[in-house]
């Protein structure tokens, strides 16, 4: 990657010792002494990072770190400030600045979170390379816009950078735990190895225990030759066991000998075998509960708990449901050749009403049934299941005077008014983070009266 900063300074002597100092350390530095001259150079040409002061003179920097942000929000913006003002700090950061150095400081502090900017740069174009030539996973399918599955997404990228720390996945069926797991693999150091997944309902104890370690020739009838495990295969990647409630004890003894020593002998076999793996389990079951009633090993059980990740079901996150809905939609009207565009409000009433018992699988299975079954431009209640428009029916009445469809548009109204709050007024970053095209977003605004310049983040 191209070491190439843009330094914003209007202190003459600053700006050329700064500029000076990380020439040295190889960096390719373009220095302004305005904001807008900085803005005009900051439009002709990309810059990776950009070290910004706080106070211009013909301008503020938290406006320019605004505009910028607005032009890529990729770039890795440091700003610096003879100020040291927490407010400005707290703002600046809030406005996607990377980090934050009150003056004075040494060059040698400015060099090093400069470095470290850089590295994450670094790491994010490896990530995205490895988006853009892995295939294509359900891991792309894991969508939400809820509080409860941003703070999944953010437990997910935390917990893929640790590459040996063994996760427990819980929720229940249907709500996408092997997509999580399929994201913390592919956002892992171990993005490159394999993936193996188990699932430890489809196999009775003994075939279970013969794929998980594998056998040597002559350890039960039908073993004519040596066999790897499936432990083995993952060597330097991810296990993945999903329904573990389902294990039998006797191999929960041998699974927790894996996850203390990461070693195991196959059927049959005397010779250790060592492996470098990562375990990812999930389960529908409460564990503790399970522990409690004698099937489930507790030793196990707290080995598995040392990162804990929940999904909530579907109707504890209902403002996810129509993106969802939509993004199945368009997978499968693109595969049947369909032009079904979107849901009429009443249809989007009653999906947002329905409870959801069979959770996201549930949704999809019934986005596939629409794309392949139904001939309409939109989808109305008509398209939709009976027991969809009987639950809607039985809750139409939802407060005194109100209706769920005006619940529904309050409802819409205020994860719109929170949407708008969280990216400061940004139309780009807030149709992103709904999962929605700009035009469609300003058509959503404009129906409630919603400005987004009103949302703009005050320094």
Known sequence: MLRKVLLVEDEENVRELLALALRRQGYEVAACATAGEALERYQQESFPAVILDLHLPDGDGLELLRRMRDLNEEAQVILITAYAEVRSAVQAMKLGAYDYLPKPFEAAELEAVLDKAFHVLEMQARLAW????????????????????????????????????????????????????????????????PLVTVNCTLLKAEFLESELFGHERGAFTDAREPRKGLLEVADG???????????????????????EERSFRRLGGNREIQVDIRVLAATNKDLAAEVRAGRFRDDLYFRLQVIPLHIPPLRERREDILPLARHFLGLYTREFGKAICDFTPEAQAILQGYPWPGNVRELRNLMERIALLERCDVVGPENLPAELAAEHKSGEALAPGGTRAHASAEFERRYLEDLLQRNGGNISRSAREAGLRRTSLQRLLRRHGLQPDAYRSQP
Not at 238 to 258: C, N, W, Y
């Open 130 to 193: 490895l988006e853009r030539t892995r295939p294509a996973s359900p891991a792309a399918e894991l969508i939400g816009v809820s509080a409860a599955m941003r703070e999944v997404f953010r437990l997910i990228h935390i917990v893929a950078a640790g590459a040996s720390s063994t996760v427990l996945i819980t929720g229940e069926s249907g709500t996408g735990k092997e997509l999580v797991a399929r994201a913390i693999h592919a956002h892992s150091p171990r993005a490159l190895g």
């Open 237 to 259: 990647g991810t296990v993945f066991l999903d329904e573990i409630g389902e294990m039998d004890l006797r191999l929960q003894a041998k699974l927790l000998r894996v996850l």
